[in-house]
């Protein structure tokens, strides 16, 4: 009743009775946002085809960190800045069995961006490309991408660091099934070798892979330790427009 005694004030002097009681509820924010709700219903029992372009937010989750992984985390434990892409084709970022691009192979190694988004944008077969930031886990880090029915599926890279070409994330990701967009989906990270350095610990010097060999999990013993220990994290996909 206080928040409403100045709008009293300013329309009292023409308004009386029941009929200053309805004009203030008319003015009342509270009112006027049930109003546009009902409003909102009646829009959303009607049937529609799926939208064009659904925005959905990405969530990468990392839990990687002296928590999780007290008996293997590497000094100076970290993940590269993500990179995040909606796509059309299976394997347009990265396949396992698949031998790394040059980016993916830069990702993996030193953790850099540049060239692995460079390729993606590139690529007509890729969509929306977008970059994180560098995590000393735990944390998180989001993403607010736009997923075309073109471009339907989606997958995040990061490299774990330091490591010799190690990396994280999930790949192919459709959001578009036979219902419409998907709302939500949590996901664990998947943990891979990139094939392009052949250092078999998480802090050996670098040792160039000729030729690579393909992505695969992991083949050194450090890794597959600190896969067993632990998950590194997840991602959560949730539609938000
Ligand atoms: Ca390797
Ligand atoms: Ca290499």
């Known amino acids: 009743m206080l928040r409403r005694a100045p709008l009293i004030v300013g329309v ?19 009112a006027v946002a049930s ?36 008996g293997t985390l590497p000094p100076g434990s970290h993940v590269s800045p993500a990179v995040v892409a909606a796509h059309a084709e299976p394997g347009d970022l990265f396949a396992v069995g698949a031998v790394a691009s040059v980016g993916v192979e830069s990702m993996a190694e030193v953790g850099a961006t540049s060239t692995l988004v460079a390729e993606l944008r590139a690529d007509p077969s890729v969509g929306t490309v ?27 890279v ?41 250092g078999s610990g998480f802090t050996s010097p670098n040792v160039d892979t000729r030729p690579a060999q393909p992505i695969g999990g992991p083949r050194d013993v450090p890794f597959a330790a600190a896969v067993a220990e632990g998950s590194f994290g997840r991602v959560v996909i949730e539609r938000i427009g």
């Open 158 to 198: 990061s490299m774990l660091a330091p490591s010799p070409d190690w990396f994280v994330g999930v790949g192919d990701v459709q959001l578009l099934g036979v219902g419409g967009w998907v709302d939500r989906l949590e996901l664990p990270l998947g943990a891979y070798d990139a094939g392009t350095d052949s």
């Open 35 to 70: 109003e546009r709700a009902v409003r909102g219903d009646r829009v959303v029992i009607e049937p529609e085809p799926p939208a064009m372009i659904a925005r959905y937010r990405v969530s990468f989750i990392v839990t990687w960190g002296s928590a999780t992984h007290p």
């Open 12 to 30: 009292g002097a023409l308004l009386v009775g029941a009929t200053a009681l309805a004009a203030i509820d008319r003015i009342d924010g509270a």
């Open 130 to 156: 977008t970059t994180g930031r560098r995590i000393d886990g735990p944390g998180i880090d989001e993403f607010d991408v736009d997923v075309t029915q073109q471009h339907g599926l989606v997958s995040l």
